[in-house]
C-alpha cells in the first residue's frame, strides 16, 4: 500500500466529472482501494474520493469504524467502498454543519446538504449497495460523491460568514487532525 499526494483545490484534475468504472475486483482496483484506505487514514479523513488523488475514477470509500476524535458523539458510518454512485435526495429537507476536506487543508465552512438521501451503487466487487441515510452519513455521502462531479463544498457554501479557517474557528482542533 502507498500513501499517495491529495490534489488540493485549484488543480484542475479536482473539477472534472470522474468516468464510470468499467469492471470491478480487478487486483489494480484492489490496489487502488488499498491505497486510498491508507492515505484517508494517514490524515485522519471522514472520506476519499479517488480524484482527489488524481484517478478520474467513480469511486469513493468513506466510513470505518473508528470514532472520530473531533466528532465523538457522531454515529459511526460503516467503512464503505461505494463505485458509480446515483443519489437520490428524499424529500426537501436540509441540515446544515460544518464541514472540511483534505483538498481544502486548514479551512472549514457550514454547507447545506439534503437531510435525507438513498444511494445506490456497486461494491469493489460488483456488489449492489442500496441505502437510506440521513444526518451525518448522508452529509459524507453527498461531500464525497460531490469530488465526482468536480464540485468541492466550498461551491456549496451560501453563507460566507461560516467559512474560515480551522484554528481560528475551532482553536481547540489541532492542525494535524484537520480534514
Ligand atoms: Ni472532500
Known amino acids: 500500500m ?34 486510498m484506505r491508507e492515505t484517508m487514514a494517514a490524515v485522519n479523513g471522514a472520506g476519499l474520493a ?16 473508528a470514532v472520530n476524535p473531533r ?14 454512485p446515483v443519489i437520490t435526495p428524499l424529500g426537501t429537507e436540509e441540515d446544515l454543519d460544518w464541514e472540511g476536506c483534505l483538498s481544502v487543508p486548514g479551512l472549514r465552512g457550514v454547507v447545506p446538504r439534503w437531510s435525507r438521501i438513498r444511494y ?22 453527498q461531500h464525497e460523491c460531490d469530488h465526482l462531479v468536480g464540485v468541492l463544498y466550498p461551491m ?9 479557517f480551522t484554528e481560528v474557528l475551532f482553536p481547540e482542533i489541532s492542525a494535524a487532525e484537520d480534514d
Not at 13 to 23: F, G, N, T, Y
Not at 50 to 65: E, H, M, R, S, Y
Not at 158 to 163: A, I, K, L, P
Open 2 to 35: 502507498t500513501i499517495r499526494a491529495i490534489l488540493k483545490m485549484g488543480d484542475t484534475r479536482l473539477l472534472r466529472k470522474a468516468e464510470p468504472m468499467q469492471s470491478f475486483d480487478s487486483p489494480e482496483l484492489h490496489t487502488l482501494i488499498a491505497d
Open 50 to 65: 479517488a480524484p482527489q488523488i488524481g484517478v478520474n475514477l467513480q469511486l469513493v470509500i468513506f466510513g470505518g469504524t
Open 71 to 84: 466528532y465523538p458523539d457522531r454515529p459511526v458510518v460503516p467503512c464503505t467502498v461505494l463505485i458509480n
Open 120 to 141: 445506490t451503487g456497486f461494491d469493489e466487487k460488483g456488489q449492489v449497495i442500496d441505502r437510506t441515510v440521513d444526518g451525518f452519513h448522508a452529509r459524507v455521502v
Open 156 to 164: 456549496r457554501i451560501r453563507d460566507y460568514s461560516r467559512f474560515g
